[in-house]
């Protein structure tokens, strides 16, 4: 049995994935919950935006905080872009899945032919900070991506409950002809929000690009524990889907610690299916 402090410090790393987790899955979670559109190209998307931050930073020496200002606007205007071909071509909920797979598989061999296959590392002088709590430490670049998650899941939350948009968005979501009926451009309204979920995704990506070894191959091992983490979590809901991210994280984490890392893959599929047997209207 693992020590206390192991327990601990396991608990502390997975509550920090868990934010990674969650500020990953909410672009997706807003898409497919208000959109109807299953985006795996919100992957390709953080995976983009990983690699462009890893390249201004190590290319012009551009800080990471200020990357992040730079791809903000631009992926914005490219989930703009994804959003009008949707709607040219008006693809739906399931062929969503298989443009989007598509694009993921373009995008992942343009990363691999620019940037090649190797790992790559992206080093500044917070990659080994941390701050010691009593016996445990915790990083700060994963502090820092978690306290992102919360703030952007909290705010993301109140845009949708708050504001005039976010109100037009969940209506369009709910029943279509009754809310444009009351005026709503739901036309608009998809374009603002796939300029938003593409612009999370580049955040999500930046602090990948901090956090972890980056290979163009890797974003297929996020796509499984991500897509658990937004159906645990619920669509469109992101506070739902920054806990469900906490969930998944301690759970793979305590489960390296207690059992054996090579179990930690299959935690995130174990409670998914836990859950949709407890709860199977979540599906």
């Known amino acids: 049995m693992p020590s206390l402090t192991l327990l601990g410090q396991s608990l502390v790393s997975g509550l920090l994935t868990g934010g990674l987790y969650g500020l990953l899955a909410l672009g997706l979670s807003l898409s ?5 559109l299953v985006n795996l190209g919100h992957f390709a998307l953080a995976f983009l935006g990983a690699y462009l931050t890893y390249q201004l930073g190590t290319g012009l020496g551009i800080p990471p905080w200020f990357s992040i200002l730079l791809i903000l606007p631009l992926f914005f205007a490219l989930g703009v872009g994804f959003q009008v071909v949707f709607a040219y071509f008006r693809v739906t909920e399931f062929t969503s899945l298989l443009v989007t797979f598509g694009i993921t598989v373009i ?5 691999q032919w620019f940037w090649t296959a190797d790992f790559r590392r992206y080093e500044t002088t917070y990659t080994s900070a941390s701050t010691r709590v009593g016996p445990l430490f915790v990083p700060t670049l994963d502090l820092l991506a978690c306290l992102t998650a919360v703030v952007l899941s909290v705010a993301t939350w109140a845009w949708l409950r708050f504001t005039y948009v976010g109100k037009a968005l969940r209506a369009s979501a709910e029943d279509p002809a009754i809310a444009a009926a009351f005026g709503v451009n739901h036309r608009v309204q998809a374009f603002l929000l796939s300029g938003v979920s593409a612009a999370l995704a580049g955040v999500a990506g930046a602090y990948i690009a901090l956090i972890s070894t980056l290979a163009p191959g ?7 524990v991500v897509f658990a983490v937004v159906i645990i979590g619920g669509v469109a809901k992101p506070v739902g889907a920054l806990l469900a991210g906490f969930l998944i994280g301690t759970s793979e984490s305590l489960t390296m610690a207690v059992v054996t890392p090579a179990w930690a893959p299959l935690v995130s599929f174990s409670v998914l299916i836990l859950i949709l047997i407890v ?4 599906a």
């Open 279 to 282: 709860r199977p209207g979540r």
């Open 107 to 111: 995008v992942e061999s343009m990363l």
């Open 32 to 36: 497919w919950g208000l959109l109807r």
């Open 218 to 224: 890797q974003m297929w091992a996020w796509l499984g």
